[in-house]
């Protein structure tokens, strides 16, 4: 069965890093573009990061343009969100996706990892 497994959260002061993992198996790889998408208490889920099949075109979030980067090894089954200058409204949980197209549109996902939780302190 497919299942992707998000890693990697935790609590960071505001300023700080993180860097999350997502694991894919069960699937080709290659053939999935992925993205990023949080929701906090209360809040809708909302388009974070997607990254191209390859790896070679990825797109961010206004909100978090310049902080977080989106990389993925298809060797490794394996991709990272490297999030930098973390502010408090960045605390959510943080979900992976898989989608056979490259889009922030949440409904084309086809596989969602369980999330992981991110909080940002002051």
């Known amino acids: 069965q497919v299942q992707l497994v998000e890693s990697g959260g935790g609590m960071v002061q505001a300023g700080g890093s993180l860097r999350l993992s997502c694991a894919a198996s069960g699937l080709t790889f290659s053939d999935y573009s992925l993205g990023w998408f949080r929701q906090a208490p209360g809040q809708d889920r909302k388009f974070v990061a997607s990254?191209?099949?390859?790896?070679?075109?990825?797109y961010y979030a206004d909100p978090v343009k310049g902080r977080f980067t989106f990389s993925r090894d298809n060797a490794k089954n394996l991709a990272y969100l490297e999030m930098n200058s973390l502010k408090l409204e960045d605390t959510a949980v943080y979900y992976c996706?898989?989608?056979?197209?490259?889009?922030?549109?949440?409904?084309?996902?086809?596989?969602w990892g369980q999330g992981t939780q991110v909080t940002v302190s002051s």
């Open positions: 990254i191209s099949w390859s790896g070679a075109d990825a």
């Open positions: 996706g898989a989608s056979r197209k490259f889009t922030s549109w949440k409904n084309d996902y086809d596989y």
